[in-house]
């Protein structure tokens, strides 16, 4: 029987809902054989799933999903094997850090203008760590009666054209490829289904993050469809680029997939975890 990978997921580090520990106890419930924790912009988790998987032997990939603005997209990079300590990638995640911060009180400013009070205390409040998400202003405003769930509130709310949307300036692509790689890392592009981009600037997109030194593409995720995971599979083998298997799990309330539970690979893809690449990054781990 074939491992179960999942290499993409979040904790209360960032915009999940269950802490680090929790999370590694639900992977080896739900039988995942290797999980990557990968927080938006922080590291800060990463220490305590560790440590909690080599209590419970789960074989565990230090992570990160880095934001990247590409033309005016904001695109998700997600880093494999990074080490949490790096001062490059730590120096670099700042930056992303103060952008959250003065985003997050426009975001605010912007709600108040709507008639919505008290959203950067009230999105505080469901942040358990060092970032302010608009996963965090989408639970408030559930909380407080505005939507009836996470997607009803993005779409109301959250969204280009929408009363709490502000555009993201997020990292350049070759800055965050340089900080995974700093940290010790492989790149790898999350869900590439959910951009809402054609299919020509995806290959563009995927052909400049190949050159820069990319090795994967998500072609598993939580987030795409049986139909959409055949499409990327073809993409990835059109590229001559890997392939990677994440739930993007958030939480029980607010989960495309629960932890571990993946379609299947397509046949035709290269999984990440049978390149050169993972091995290195492996070796480097133990290290
Ligand atoms: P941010 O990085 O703060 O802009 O927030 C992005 C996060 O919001 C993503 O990582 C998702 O967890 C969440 N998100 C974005 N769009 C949606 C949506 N349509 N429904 C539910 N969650 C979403
Ligand atoms: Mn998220
Ligand atoms: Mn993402
Ligand atoms: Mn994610």
């Not at 909690?52 to 999903?65: C, K, M, S, T, Y």
């Not at 911060?101 to 358990?128: C, D, H, T, V, Y």
């Amino acid at each position: 029987m074939s491992l179960i990978y999942d290499l993409h997921c979040h904790s209360t580090a960032s915009d999940g809902s269950l802490t680090p520990t929790e999370l590694v106890e639900l992977a080896c419930r739900n039988n995942v054989d290797v999980l990557a924790l990968t927080d938006h912009d922080v590291t800060h988790g990463l220490h305590e799933a560790w440590q909690q998987a080599r209590e419970n032997d789960l074989e565990f990939i230090p992570g990160i999903e880095i934001s990247v603005s590409w033309r005016h997209q904001t695109i998700h990079i997600v880093g494999l094997g990074i080490d949490p300590d790096n001062p490059v990638l730590l120096q670099g995640l700042d930056s992303i850090l103060d952008f959250r911060q003065s985003r997050a009180e426009k975001i605010a400013e912007r709600l108040e203008k709507a008639g919505i009070a008290g959203a950067l205390e009230g999105a505080e409040k469901f942040a358990g760590g060092e970032i302010l998400s608009r996963t965090h202003f989408a639970h408030f405003l559930v909380e407080q009666g505005y939507a009836r769930d996470i997607k009803q509130v993005f779409k109301k709310y959250l969204v280009r054209n929408k009363p709490g949307y502000v555009p993201g300036q997020w990292a350049e692509l070759e800055d965050a490829l340089n900080w995974i790689k700093a940290a010790g890392g492989i790149a790898v592009l999350a869900h590439p289904a959910r951009y809402s981009i054609s299919t020509g600037r995806l290959k563009e997109f995927i052909a400049e993050f190949k050159e820069l030194g990319g090795v994967a593409i998500e072609v598993v995720s939580g987030s795409h469809s049986q139909e959409e995971v055949f499409r990327m599979g073809e993409l990835a083998k059109y590229f001559g680029i890997s392939a990677s298997s994440g739930s993007d799990y958030h939480g029980p309330n607010n989960a495309y997939r629960e932890l571990g539970y993946l379609h299947q690979m397509p046949s035709q893809c290269q999984p990440v975890w049978e390149t050169e690449h993972w091995l290195e990054m492996i070796e480097r781990l133990k290290a």
